[in-house]
Each structure stands twice: as C-alpha cells, then as structure tokens.
C-alpha cells in the first residue's frame, strides 16, 4: 500500500489526533485519490481498532480517541468531495429499548459505524415501540439498531419486532440488537437479523445486513 | 412484622467472626450470608412494612432477621445500585448545580446516569467538593451503631473511585480525556480517592465497622472497561491506600465489580483485597476463579439475578447447593446474590436463597 495511506492508517489506529490533519493534508498536496484516503485508510483503520478491541487490545479510552481521530482526518477530505460523492454505506437507527437508560454500548457501536462510513441516526435511550416505528416509518432506515443492558427491558426487542410485523415494516429493514444480557440465541428466537456482542462485530454484522 | 420465623428461617445469631474466619479461608459454623445490597422494596416485603433509605433501625432489622451477620451502610457519595435522589452526590448535585428548585423533579438534570458536570478544568476547580467532604454524609453510620445486635458489624459501602469519576465527566468525555487530558482525569480521581480516604478516618473511629467495601463497577462482560494499564496508574494506587489504612484498623476490604476480571486478578489481590464479589455469573467462572486465586483471596456471591428473576424456587435450591459445595469447604465463600438482592427478582427465589444456605451451608460441607 501507499506509504502515506499507511502512515494515516496508522496515526488513526494509535489514535494520534495531532498527527492526522498534517498527514492527511500532506497526502491531498500529493494528489492521493480521496476516496483512496477515506476507504483504504481512515474505515481500514477502523476495522483494525474494531478487531483490536474485540481481541482486548486496546480498551475504549484508545477506541474513542481512534475515532476522533479518523474523524479530524474525515472532516479535511468531506469539503473536497464533490456533492453525490459522499457515499453512504447505509442508514441506521440506534437506540436503548424503553426502560432502559444505559447507552454507553449504544453510543460506543454509533461511533464505530459512523467511523465505517454509516449514515447513523441516534434516537437516544428509553425509547417507546410507537416511537421507533414513528422513525423507522419517517427516517426509512436500512437497520434499527436495539441496545439493552438489563434482562428486565430486553424483551422490548421482542416487542418492537413483532410491531415491526404488524405494521407490515418488517421487509423493509434489519434489525441488528446488542448489550450485555442478549446474545445470538435471544436474537434469533426474537427474529433479529443479527447479534454482535461488541462495536467492532456491530460494524461487520452491520456490513453483512446491507451486502 | 414478619420475621424470620415466618419464613421457616432459623433463630438469627449474628456473629462477624464467621466472616472474619470465612475471608482467613478457614472453616466458620455455616456458610456466611454476604449482600452490599438487598433493595429496599425486598426488605419492605421481608418485614410486611416500608423500609426506606433513612430508616436505619428497620434496614438493621431485616438483615438480623434474614440471618445476616451484617448490615450495609452507604458512606461514598454514590450509593450501591442506581443514582437515585437518596444518593448523597445527587443531593450536593440538587444543592448546588440547578438553576431552579423545580429542575429537582426532573431527574434527567441531576442523576448521574443522565447528565455529568465535569467536562473541563474549570468545571473541576468550580465543583463543590466541599460538600462532599460534609461529615453529614457518614450520618447514618453514626445512627446504626445503636441498633446493632450483638455479633453484628456494619459495611461500609465505599468506593465508586472509578465510576463517580466517569459518572462526574460523562463515560465519552473521560474515557476520551484520559488520552487526551490525562492530567484532568487524574484530578478528578485523585479529589473523589482523598475524600474517601478522609472520611475513612471519621469510619474507624467507629468499632462497630467491620468492612469497607469498595464497590466500583471496572469491566464490561468482554473486559476491562478501560486498560489494566490506565486502572494501575490511576485508580489501585487509590484503593492501595484505601486497602492499607482499613487493615492497619484492623477493617477488612471487600471488593465488588461485575464484569469479567480476569484481567485483572492479580491486581486485585496485590490491592489487599480481602473478598472479592460477585464474580459475575454471565461472564466468570465461579469454580475455574476459586482454582485459580482461592489461596489468596476469598469470595462471594454468582447465584445469578437472572436465576433470582426467573428461575424456579428449586433451580435456586440446586444452584446454591452447587455454590456451596464447589467454593464452600476450606472457607473463603459467602453466599450472596450475583449483584445485589433487586426488587426485579422474585421474592420468593430471595428466600429459597436464603432457605438452601440454611440447608446447605453447615460445616462440614457435605455433598
């Protein structure tokens, strides 16, 4: 690979956020193909800290500062691409289900998505059912993303999927679910589409649902 | 009043020696009943009439009844469980950060778990750290020492270095400026530890406090929550301290974080820990824990909330029969919940609990 791909790749993995701006501008003087720099190094670095931090390489603080640092490198190269350039890679929804109020996992699968290349809405915590199919109806996303910490609110996935149903939406979008009491057995017997049990397997579970 | 006898329990006879032998790993009369926590709205039940976070005398007498040896009393600014309007942080938060009397029904403008207040340098030097270092807030501490049985000791639930800290800066803006403002984060630990560490002070002037137990939540299911790295530069230094005084006073140092240790275990010991809970049953194992650390460290808990929530009287039976047998002999076990005692468990798997440590939890253990 290019060596200055390499170099943001890797100022972005170690989360060097003072580095970013200069190697990133220093690879556009270059004439480096933009979409060369977002893809095959800033999402590329994403997926190595995603794998990182599955593997308990590095823990959130690196994770976060990772993906600020993608983030400054993402926001020099945005002004230069042309309006229809901006590709998304897909629109999500996330949320905590109702009665619960613990996001920091939910937050934690947004930044990696977002750091992906998703288009990420998030709804917040504690949401109603009629609230997330009220979203799911105006935003028309490609996934709904369900958080839940506690084994007392996780049955509200189940209940959001079967309104899902009711309201004939259920063709037209992914449900991808996650947090610490839920597992892959809760989501296929809910009728998920998919499990992942931490940001970077929400990241490639998410690339699977909208291939 | 209910009381023990109206749950076929047996007479209650505190005695804290029982824990002190357990957490020496040596063999006490029975199984020691061990909680940081069981919810009010359980204690309620137990007893037929409210039990409220001020009634002291009432939270003394539910743990004797339900044949515990000790009683938890909160004196960290956070209190076990949810950060609620009886939390003493939440207290100093409505006292002194809202703009209007009415933002205090709002609980989105004052819990921590909805809002933080230290987001930079001037919010550290602005916060009122004064209140918290208020000896108003070891009031119940100095209340229940009246009411205490004979044979019964006092936890002091401590602690929450780490969690108040994030909980104070918000997890993203911590977790973020523990790289990128280090010096910050180390302030705000080092302000929230050296409160703790004065009001241990104003503890051990109490006989009557057996435990300081440090309840701070530091793993996720898949880990730690941050590096093993970042936990020994900045918050077991603090413990260290803590762990050290409270054994120089002749108090025992229990530990509680759910999530997977592993990780960390060794730090744990080297902490000075004396009992570590629960050993969260979604994540560890409890037998593989006690073959690998059970020489040096004692433990408690891992019957399940989710068993407590929807399992059958009889599942709880098998499980704390199965407790008890594995982790029991040689001492080093107390049979406790896998979190805490909640009031989203069923009341009557919380006396089957207690019902089977009875049934079970006689020395010597026998299967």
């Known amino acids: ?211 | 009043m209910a009381n023990y006898k109206d749950y076929g329990l047996r007479k209650p006879d505190p005695d804290f020696e029982r824990i002190k032998k357990t957490v020496k790993l040596e063999e006490p009369d029975r199984v020691p009943l061990l909680e940081s926590l069981v919810e009010y709205p359980v204690q309620s039940q137990f007893l037929g009439r409210e039990v409220k976070s001020d009634d002291i005398k009432s939270q003394v007498e539910f743990y004797y009844q339900a044949g515990y040896d000790t009683v938890p009393i909160t004196v960290s600014a956070m209190a076990f469980g949810k950060v609620d309007d009886a939390s003493p942080i939440s207290k100093v938060i409505q006292k002194k950060m809202l703009k209007s009397e009415a933002d205090k029904a709002d609980m989105t403008k004052w819990s921590l778990e909805y809002k933080s207040f230290i987001n930079d340098r001037d919010d550290f030097d602005t916060f009122p750290w004064e209140e918290l270092e208020n000896p108003d807030l070891l009031k119940s501490l100095y209340e229940v020492g009246q009411y205490l049985p004979e044979g019964m000791k006092v936890i002091a639930n401590s602690g929450k270095i780490f969690t108040l800290t994030w909980m104070l800066m918000g997890f993203n803006n911590f977790a973020t400026k523990l790289i990128m403002d280090e010096k910050l984060v180390a302030d705000v630990f080092a302000k929230v530890s050296q409160i703790q560490l004065m009001m241990l002070d104003k503890i051990f002037e109490l006989p009557y406090v057996g435990v300081v137990w440090l309840v701070d939540d530091l793993s996720f299911g898949n880990g730690p929550i941050i590096s093993p790295d970042h936990y020994r530069k900045f918050v077991f230094p603090w413990y260290k301290k803590i762990a050290r005084k409270c054994h120089d006073n002749h108090v025992l140092v229990f530990q509680h974080s759910d999530g997977d240790l592993n990780p960390l275990m060794e730090d744990i010991i080297d902490i000075g820990t004396d009992l570590l809970h629960p050993i969260d049953p979604t994540c560890m194992s409890m037998s593989k824990t006690k073959q690998k650390y059970g020489d040096r460290l004692a433990f408690a808990g891992n019957v399940a909330n989710e068993l407590l929530r929807s399992g059958s009287t009889d599942e709880v039976d098998a499980r704390v029969k199965y407790l008890i047998e594995t982790m029991a002999p040689g001492g080093g076990y107390c049979l406790a919940a896998g979190n805490s005692v909640t009031d989203w468990g069923k009341f009557d798997n919380f006396i089957a609990m207690l019902k089977a440590a009875e049934k079970y939890g006689n020395y010597p253990i026998k299967k």
């Open chain 1, 1 to 211: 690979m290019d060596t200055r791909l390499e170099k943001i790749k890797e100022a972005v993995v170690g989360g060097k956020h003072n580095e970013i701006e200069g190697l990133v501008k220093s690879a556009i003087e270059d004439k480096v193909d933009l979409e060369r720099i977002i893809n095959d190094a800033l999402i590329s670095a994403m997926d190595v800290v995603g794998q990182k931090y599955s593997n308990n390489e590095i823990y959130v603080p690196e994770m976060l500062v990772a993906a600020i640092t993608m983030k400054k490198g993402l926001d020099i190269i945005n002004p230069l691409l042309l309006e229809g350039a901006k590709e998304s890679k897909g629109k999500i929804i996330m949320c905590t289900v109702k009665g619960d109020i613990h996001d920091i996992g939910k937050n934690l699968v947004i930044m990696m998505l977002q750091g992906a290349g998703f288009d990420v809405i998030d709804l917040g915590v504690d949401l109603t059912t009629d609230k997330v199919i009220e979203q799911v109806i105006s935003v028309k996303p490609d996934i709904v993303g369900l958080s839940a910490l506690l084994t007392t609110t996780m049955p509200a996935m189940k209940t959001l999927i079967e309104a899902l149903v009711a309201k004939g939406l259920r063709d037209s979008v992914k449900v991808m679910v996650g947090g610490a009491p839920v597992n892959a057995d809760w989501a296929q017997k809910i009728g998920a589409d998919g499990y992942a049990p931490d940001a970077g397997k929400a990241v490639e579970l998410a690339r699977r649902l909208v291939a």
